[in-house]
């Protein structure tokens, strides 16, 4: 079975990623920092997010005041922001700026830290997203429902009985069902399925195995969710240190190239669309970063995909083409999926089983991939590793093609 379209690729002298002129200044990540994660409380969010920089300082082998560059991203805590660079002592900084798209925010910091460094604007630049919104004394439920209801017409919305994510991406969900016949059962063979991969990864939150009779009666979250088609809700921060293949090549990590990017912003919250569960961002970013990557979608090895829903795993599938458009659900359902399918997707768990820090989930992961340390879960064949990120209601998305050799 083919788990990829092959497309033709564009000529190296026109294709978007054709090598630059100054080759020695091609983007690589070179740093990752990973604090405790999970039900971890004592930190703020600007706590993680400034241990997580220091981490990934010191796995690049690198020192603070190497630094010349600094992006941030808040989750829902929004405790994290420029005052970050206060908080590490950083001077003297080339590139400094706060980002939000919301869970594509992560793949954005990566793509700015890129260019800066291929232009020389910037060197050495780390890109941190930390937030911090579990307490000890209430559920996880409540740290994304506390907020205050909105005015306008989101809260005419709101009146109407829908709030937060979950109602809205059920919407979407049941509008790819009774479009394409999607199941149930088939959203469950992809939360079965990273749970299995989450039980090799001593990070994850979630490391029991689960069935499909164990998906089936996990309690209703809101139709046709239940609760383990949900993402969890973690403490924590994670950075990558972005810098130039020439300054990796003396550090102390094999260099993870940034081989390709794209990003994707339909622009259709809170309207009617024809496409609103059909059709996401990902139909756009994604095949802007493989051009760039020069490669097609067959050629990918491994698939980081945001995974706030299992509902935004398939959808997401069928956009970068790994089945035609409607056919998501009988291919998860396949037995492509897990440790032994042939598609190597979430290997690390993803926000479904491991942990939920946006889109460095599954950034993380694919960094880890492609250094070929990840344990007892590494996949074998890593040269090509595809991440996405999307934000808000599929209204955000962003794609990286990430591989351990420079482009060809």
Known sequence: MSIGRAASAPSAGSRPGAAPA????????????VTELGRVYGLTAAGFAADAVRRAVADAGLLLSDLDGLLTSAGVSRGVGLSLQRDLGLANLRLASELNAYGSTAGA??????????????????????????????GAGAAYGGARAPAGWTG???????????????????RHMLRYGTTSEQFGAIAVAQRSWAALNPRAQLREQITMGDYLASRWIAEPFRLLDCC????????????????????AQPPVHVLGWGQGHPGRAFRRSDDFGLITGASVSGPAALAMAGISVAD????????????????????????????????????????????KLNTGGGQLSSYYLWGM???SEAVIQARGQGGDRQVRAHDLVLVSGN???????????????PRS
């Not at 829903?309 to 359902?333: I, Q, S």
């Open 22 to 33: 100054h080759r020695h200044r091609a983007p690589v990540i070179a740093g990752l920092g």
């Open 109 to 138: 910091m990566v793509q700015v830290a890129s260019m800066a460094v291929q232009s020389g604007m910037a060197d050495v630049v780390a890109c941190v997203f930390a937030d911090a919104p579990l307490r000890q004394d209430r």
């Open 156 to 174: 005419l919305v709101t009146a109407s009985g829908i709030r937060g994510a979950n109602p809205l991406y059920a919407l979407a969900a049941r």
């Open 232 to 251: 969890l809700v973690s403490n924590g921060g994670i950075a990558v240190i972005v810098t130039t293949a020439e300054r990796a090549a003396s550090l």
């Open 300 to 343: 990918i090895d491994v698939v980081e995909l945001y995974d706030c829903y299992t509902f935004t795993v398939l959808v997401t599938l069928e956009d970068y083409g790994f089945c035609a458009k409607g056919d998501g659900g009988p291919f998860v359902a396949s037995g492509v999926l897990g440790p032994s399918g042939k598609l």
């Open 361 to 363: 989930t599954p950034l």
């Open 391 to 405: 934000g808000g209601v599929l209204d955000h998305h962003c794609t990286l093609v990430l591989s351990p050799h």
